[in-house]
């Protein structure tokens, strides 16, 4: 699950019986030494997607945690970056990461639920890595308008989806077992810990950005692979907001 350095199966534990908020901030000096963190490839592949549909000023990373993404924005954004999350944790594990490359553009970094950003319409770009899981279906539209609401028109919300794994596989059945016993957990103990792979279907992501208000298409990102069926491994969302 991590490298030698990273959580143990002990402090994971802890982690997954915490609420959600209180987990990330356990789990934050080690978050970057496991599997959970956004790959480097996966990262440069958004960036190269993104790139072509530039020039952008302002960029903002929605539930940053350690700054992954913020590493993504400021390469492609000329003025001002920020990063949003609600663990205090992860905040500061990204502000010293990012302070050290010491590199422009400048961060702000704000401790903020993304389901009531505190922003107005500042920003041309919006990114969001690996951080829809931690999201009810039932909030997602609600999420979607919040970063509607913090775009400038012609602003952009990126964000990748890999394709579902194959019906009857082994990563099919991981996915469908850990979400099963996330679903248990959190129907016996309190508070919740919201951490689910299988509730962001993309018709149902599709939908929900069109109904925020959104004018979506799909990019391959080709760079991280087809499958046999020659169908992208994974595809970047990208919702505009109309000018």
């Known amino acids: 699950m991590s490298t030698p350095q990273g959580p143990t199966l ?4 802890v982690q997954a019986l915490s609420s959600t908020m209180r987990g990330y901030d ?3 000096p080690k978050f970057d030494l496991t599997p959970y963190r956004t790959p480097d490839r996966v990262l440069d592949a958004v960036a190269d997607a993104v790139r072509p549909l530039g020039p952008f000023g302002s960029g903002l990373d929605v539930c940053c945690g350690t700054g992954a993404g913020v590493g993504v924005l400021r390469g492609l954004c000329a003025e001002r970056v920020t990063g949003v999350d609600f663990s205090a944790g992860m905040l500061a594990v990204a502000r010293n990461s990012h302070a050290a490359h010491g590199v422009a553009p400048d961060v702000d970094w704000v401790r903020a639920d993304a389901r009531a950003l505190p922003f ?10 690996g951080a829809f899981g931690h999201f009810l279906p039932s909030e997602r539209p609600g999420l979607f ?7 400038r028109p012609g602003g952009l919300f990126a964000f ?6 194959a019906v009857g596989s082994g990563a099919y ?10 679903r248990v957990r959190n129907a016996l103990l309190r508070p919740p810990f919201v951490m689910y792979y ?10 929900d950005l069109d109904r925020a208000g ?5 990019l391959p990102l080709e760079s991280l692979g087809r499958s046999r069926d020659g169908s992208p491994r994974a595809r970047l969302v990208v919702a505009a907001v109309p000018e």
């Open 198 to 207: 299988r509730t962001f279907p993309l018709s149902g992501v599709l939908a």
């Open 120 to 129: 107005g319409p500042a920003f041309d770009l919006a990114l969001s890595l």
């Open 160 to 165: 990748p989806v890999g394709a579902p794994p």
């Open 214 to 218: 959104f004018e979506t298409r799909l």
């Open 145 to 151: 308008r919040q970063v509607r609401a913090s775009l």
């Open 10 to 13: 002990r402090e994971l534990a």
């Open 26 to 28: 356990l789990l934050a």
């Open 173 to 182: 059945w991981s996915l469908l077992g850990f979400d099963a016993a996330m």
